[in-house]
C-alpha cells in the first residue's frame, strides 16, 4: 500500500512528464485566465453593482493593486505543491468575510494573482463559530465588512497568526479596528502593472463547507482541477475542456451577457457562476441589496439590465423570489435561465416560475464542495420534475463499499462520486482526506456522500446526503426525498426533514415545517399530499410547526438545528 502522501508525489511527477512530453491537456491557472479575457476586453462591462460598473480593464487594475499590496507585505507561496500532501497547503490564507459587491471579487482575484489562497466565510457565525473557522483555515489576513468588526474584534485575540486587517466600509458606523487598514488605503498601495511572480495550476482554491451537517472543512484545490469541474474551464454542454488559453479567450470575443447570482459569494455555486461568466466575458450584476434576500429588488435588476441568467439555491431562494413574481408584473424577456446550484427546486415551484417566464428554463445543477460541478436536469414548460439528473463527464457512482465503480443499470444503490479533476483534500486533515477521496481500481475519485442510483438509460437518481438519511424500522429514509414530497403542498413554505431515536422504529421521520403566510394544515392533509409521491414508510410520524426555519444564508438548511427542534 502507497501512503496518501506518496501518492500524491508520484502523480504530481507523472503529470509534469506527461505535460513536458505534450500528450496531457493545458493547465490553467485562475489568475492567468481572468488577466488574458481581461486584456481581450478590457472596455467590457465585468461588474454592475448599485449604479457602479467596473470594466474588465478597471476590475485588472484594482485586482492588480490588492495584490501588489499583499505582496509587498511579503504574503504568497512559502512552499510549492510538490513537496506537500494532499491536507497540506504552502501558501499564505486570505478570509473574506464580506457580503456580494465588487470588493469580494477584487480580494479573491488579488489574492490569486498575489499566489495567495482566499477562502469563503459565513457572515452569520458567531464568536465561537468564527474563531473556529480563522483558526482551523489558518487565516492570515482577513477581509472584512465595517458590520463585522465588533465580533472579529472579539476573537482576534485568540487569533495569533492573523497578520493583516483589511476593513471595507459600509454604513454600519462601525469605525476602523485597531492596527486595520482600509481597503481603498491598501488598493493605493498598490501598482497597476503585472506582478513579477509565475503563477502555477497547482495554486490552491480554498472553500470551506457550509458546516450544516458537521463542523466546517477546507476543501483544498487545485486551480486548474476547479477550473475544469466548476469555473469555466470546459464549454457548456461540451466533455472536453478548452484546448489553449487562445481558445478561451476567442471564445470570450462573444460574451458580454449579464449574469446575476442572488446566493452569497460565500457559497461555492455562487462563486462557480460568477467565475464562468468571467471566462466568457460576460458581466456579472449584483443586486442593490446583498444583506439579505429582496425579491422585489431582484428582479427589479433582472428587468433594468436585461440579466440572461439568474443562479439560486433551491426553494429556500427560489420560493419567496417566485411569490414576488405572482404578486407584480416583470417584464423577463431577456431571462433565459433560472439556475439553481446547491440545492434543486421541487416540481411546483417550477411549474409556478414557468407560468410566469414561459419562454424561459430551469437547471438544477447537482455539485459540491468537494466535486465541483456534477451533473444537471433542465426543465422547461410543461416539462418539469425533480430528483433525475443527466451526469457530467466526471461523474459516477461507486458501490456502498468503495471496492468498485459501478455501471448504468446496476442494481446496487450507491455513492454518487466524481473522478478526474477532483479535490487534494481537506487542509490539516489526512484522515478525513483519505476517507473522502478513495482510489478505486487506480482512480482517485471524490465521495462526500450523496446516495445515488445509476439507471440503464444513463440518467442518476439523487436520493440525498448520507449524514441525513434517516433509519427507521430497518429502512434507509433520504430526508431530501421526504422534503419534496411535503413542499409540493401549497400551505408548505419552508421544510426540513430529520430524524430522532424511536423505541418502536429506532427513528423516526419528523418534519419541521414552516407554513405559508395565512395558511393553515393539518398533519392528515399533508400526509395525504406526501403520500401521493413517496412510500408509505417514508411518511413523517410527527410534524413539528416553527414560525421560520433556520438556513444558511444560501439557503442550505440547517440540520443540527433542526435535529434540536425534533427533539423538543
Same mark, same amino acid.
Given at each position: 500500500?502507497?501512503?496518501?502522501?506518496?501518492?500524491?508525489?508520484? #502523480?504530481?511527477?507523472?503529470?509534469?512528464?506527461?505535460?513536458?512530453?505534450?500528450?496531457?491537456?493545458?493547465?490553467?491557472?485562475?489568475?492567468?485566465?481572468?488577466?488574458?479575457?481581461?486584456?481581450? &476586453?478590457?472596455?467590457?462591462?465585468?461588474?454592475?453593482?448599485?449604479?457602479?460598473?467596473?470594466?474588465?480593464?478597471?476590475?485588472?487594475?484594482?485586482?492588480?493593486?490588492?495584490? $501588489?499590496?499583499?505582496?509587498?507585505?511579503?504574503?504568497?507561496?512559502? *512552499?510549492?505543491? /510538490?513537496?506537500?500532501?494532499?491536507?497540506?497547503?504552502?501558501? /499564505? $490564507?486570505?478570509?473574506?468575510?464580506?457580503? &456580494?459587491?465588487?470588493?469580494?471579487?477584487?480580494?479573491?482575484?488579488?489574492?490569486?494573482?498575489?499566489?495567495?489562497?482566499?477562502?469563503?466565510? &459565513?457572515?452569520?457565525?458567531?464568536?465561537?463559530?468564527?474563531?473556529?473557522?480563522?483558526? #482551523?483555515?489558518?487565516?492570515?489576513?482577513?477581509?472584512?465588512?465595517?458590520?463585522?468588526?465588533?465580533?472579529?474584534?472579539?476573537? @482576534?485575540?485568540?487569533?495569533? /497568526?492573523?497578520?493583516?486587517?483589511?476593513?471595507?466600509?459600509?454604513? !454600519?458606523?462601525?469605525?476602523?479596528?485597531?492596527?486595520?487598514?482600509?481597503?481603498?488605503?491598501?488598493?493605493?498601495?498598490?501598482?497597476?502593472?503585472?506582478?513579477?511572480?509565475?503563477?502555477?495550476?497547482?495554486?490552491?482554491?480554498?472553500?470551506?463547507?457550509?458546516?450544516?451537517?458537521?463542523?466546517?472543512?477546507?476543501?483544498?484545490?487545485?486551480?486548474?482541477?476547479?477550473?475544469?469541474?466548476?469555473?469555466?474551464?470546459?464549454?457548456?454542454?461540451?466533455?472536453?475542456?478548452?484546448?489553449?488559453?487562445?481558445?478561451?479567450?476567442?471564445?470570450?470575443?462573444?460574451?458580454?451577457? *449579464?449574469?446575476?447570482?442572488?446566493?452569497?459569494?460565500?457559497?461555492?455555486?455562487?462563486?462557480?457562476?460568477?467565475?464562468?461568466?468571467?471566462?466568457?466575458? #460576460?458581466?456579472?450584476?449584483?443586486?442593490?441589496?446583498?444583506?439579505?434576500?429582496?425579491?422585489?429588488?431582484?428582479?427589479?435588476?433582472?428587468?433594468?439590465?436585461?440579466? @440572461?441568467?439568474?443562479q439560486i439555491v433551491g426553494d429556500a431562494m427560489g420560493r419567496p423570489l417566485i411569490d414576488e413574481l405572482e404578486r407584480h408584473e416583470y417584464d423577463l424577456s431577456g431571462l433565459?435561465?433560472?439556475? +439553481?446550484?446547491?440545492?434543486?427546486?421541487?416540481?411546483?415551484?417550477?411549474? *409556478? =416560475?414557468?407560468?410566469?417566464?414561459?419562454?424561459?428554463?430551469?437547471? /438544477?445543477?447537482?455539485?459540491? +464542495?468537494?466535486?465541483?460541478?456534477?451533473?444537471?436536469?433542465?426543465? +422547461?414548460?410543461?416539462?418539469?420534475?425533480?430528483?433525475?439528473?443527466?451526469?457530467?463527464? %466526471?461523474?459516477?457512482?461507486?458501490?456502498?463499499?468503495? !471496492?468498485?465503480?459501478?455501471?448504468?443499470?446496476?442494481?446496487?444503490?450507491?455513492?454518487?462520486?466524481?473522478?478526474?479533476?477532483?479535490?487534494?483534500?481537506?487542509?490539516?486533515?489526512?484522515?478525513?482526506?483519505?476517507?473522502?477521496?478513495?482510489?478505486?481500481?487506480?482512480?482517485? =475519485?471524490?465521495?462526500?456522500?450523496?446516495?445515488? #442510483?445509476?439507471?440503464?438509460?444513463?440518467?442518476?437518481?439523487?436520493?440525498?446526503?448520507?449524514?441525513?438519511?434517516?433509519? !427507521?424500522?430497518?429502512?434507509?429514509?433520504?430526508?431530501?426525498?421526504? %422534503?419534496?414530497?411535503?413542499?409540493?403542498?401549497?400551505?408548505?413554505?419552508?421544510?426540513?426533514?430529520?430524524? *430522532?431515536?424511536?423505541?418502536?422504529?429506532?427513528? %423516526?421521520?419528523?418534519?419541521?415545517?414552516?407554513?405559508?403566510?395565512?395558511?393553515?394544515?393539518?398533519?392528515?392533509?399533508?400526509?395525504?399530499?406526501? %403520500?401521493?409521491?413517496?412510500?408509505?414508510?417514508?411518511?413523517?410520524?410527527?410534524?413539528?410547526?416553527?414560525?421560520?426555519?433556520?438556513?444558511?444564508?444560501?439557503?442550505?438548511?440547517?440540520?443540527?438545528?433542526?435535529?434540536?427542534?425534533?427533539?423538543?
Amino acid at each position: 500500500t502507497v501512503p496518501a502522501e506518496h501518492t500524491l508525489m508520484i #502523480n504530481y511527477l507523472a503529470r509534469e512528464v506527461s505535460r513536458i512530453r505534450g500528450d496531457v491537456e493545458m493547465t490553467y491557472n485562475l489568475a492567468q485566465v481572468h488577466e488574458a479575457v481581461a486584456a481581450a &476586453n478590457p472596455d467590457r462591462l465585468a461588474v454592475i453593482h448599485r449604479g457602479g460598473t467596473l470594466t474588465y480593464a478597471e476590475l485588472t487594475a484594482r485586482s492588480r493593486r490588492f495584490a $501588489h499590496a499583499l505582496a509587498q507585505r511579503g504574503f504568497g507561496v512559502h *512552499r510549492e505543491r /510538490d513537496v506537500l500532501a494532499g491536507h497540506e497547503s504552502g501558501q /499564505d $490564507h486570505l478570509a473574506i468575510y464580506l457580503h &456580494n459587491g465588487p470588493e469580494y471579487l477584487e480580494a479573491m482575484i488579488g489574492s490569486f494573482k498575489a499566489r495567495v489562497a482566499p477562502f469563503n466565510v &459565513n457572515y452569520r457565525y458567531v464568536a465561537e463559530e468564527l474563531r473556529y473557522l480563522l483558526d #482551523n483555515s489558518q487565516a492570515r489576513i482577513v477581509v472584512y465588512h465595517d458590520t463585522f468588526a465588533p465580533i472579529l474584534e472579539e476573537v @482576534l485575540p485568540e487569533l495569533p /497568526d492573523v497578520a493583516l486587517l483589511v476593513q471595507v466600509s459600509d454604513d !454600519s458606523g462601525h469605525a476602523l479596528l485597531p492596527d486595520a487598514v482600509r481597503y481603498d488605503d491598501l488598493l493605493a498601495e498598490g501598482s497597476t502593472e503585472p506582478l513579477e511572480v509565475t503563477w502555477s495550476p497547482d495554486d490552491l482554491y480554498i472553500l470551506y463547507t457550509g458546516g450544516t451537517t458537521g463542523m466546517p472543512k477546507g476543501v483544498l484545490w487545485r486551480q486548474h482541477d476547479i477550473f475544469i469541474a466548476a469555473m469555466g474551464g470546459r464549454p457548456f454542454g461540451q466533455k472536453e475542456a478548452f484546448a489553449s488559453l487562445e481558445a478561451i479567450v476567442e471564445a470570450s470575443a462573444s460574451g458580454g451577457a *449579464r449574469m446575476m447570482s442572488v446566493a452569497p459569494l460565500m457559497h461555492g455555486a455562487a462563486q462557480w457562476a460568477t467565475f464562468t461568466a468571467f471566462t466568457g466575458g #460576460n458581466t456579472v450584476v449584483f443586486p442593490e441589496h446583498v444583506v439579505k434576500l429582496d425579491p422585489a429588488d431582484v428582479w427589479s435588476t433582472v428587468e433594468k439590465h436585461r440579466v @440572461l441568467t439568474i443562479q439560486i439555491v433551491g426553494d429556500a431562494m427560489g420560493r419567496p423570489l417566485i411569490d414576488e413574481l405572482e404578486r407584480h408584473e416583470y417584464d423577463l424577456s431577456g431571462l433565459l435561465a433560472l439556475v +439553481s446550484g446547491g440545492a434543486p427546486l421541487n416540481s411546483s415551484l417550477k411549474d *409556478r =416560475f414557468l407560468e410566469k417566464a414561459p419562454h424561459a428554463i430551469v437547471l /438544477d445543477a447537482v455539485g459540491s +464542495s468537494e466535486t465541483g460541478a456534477q451533473m444537471g436536469h433542465t426543465s +422547461s414548460k410543461g416539462a418539469t420534475a425533480t430528483g433525475t439528473f443527466v451526469p457530467g463527464p %466526471e461523474t459516477s457512482v461507486v458501490s456502498a463499499d468503495l !471496492s468498485v465503480e459501478l455501471v448504468p443499470g446496476s442494481p446496487e444503490t450507491g455513492w454518487l462520486a466524481q473522478r478526474g479533476h477532483v479535490p487534494l483534500g481537506y487542509l490539516g486533515d489526512a484522515a478525513k482526506t483519505a476517507a473522502t477521496f478513495p482510489v478505486i481500481g487506480g482512480t482517485r =475519485f471524490a465521495v462526500p456522500g450523496d446516495r445515488a #442510483n445509476w439507471r440503464e438509460d444513463g440518467i442518476i437518481e439523487l436520493l440525498g446526503r448520507d449524514s441525513v438519511t434517516i433509519n !427507521s424500522g430497518g429502512e434507509k429514509i433520504f430526508a431530501e426525498e421526504v %422534503e419534496q414530497a411535503l413542499a409540493h403542498h401549497p400551505a408548505v413554505y419552508d421544510v426540513i426533514v430529520v430524524g *430522532r431515536p424511536s423505541e418502536q422504529w429506532g427513528s %423516526e421521520v419528523v418534519a419541521v415545517v414552516q407554513l405559508a403566510e395565512g395558511a393553515s394544515v393539518t398533519d392528515a392533509e399533508l400526509l395525504a399530499e406526501a %403520500e401521493t409521491h413517496i412510500a408509505r414508510y417514508k411518511l413523517p410520524k410527527v410534524f413539528v410547526y416553527r414560525d421560520a426555519l433556520v438556513r444558511s444564508p444560501a439557503g442550505k438548511a440547517d440540520y443540527r438545528w433542526a435535529r434540536e427542534q425534533a427533539g423538543a
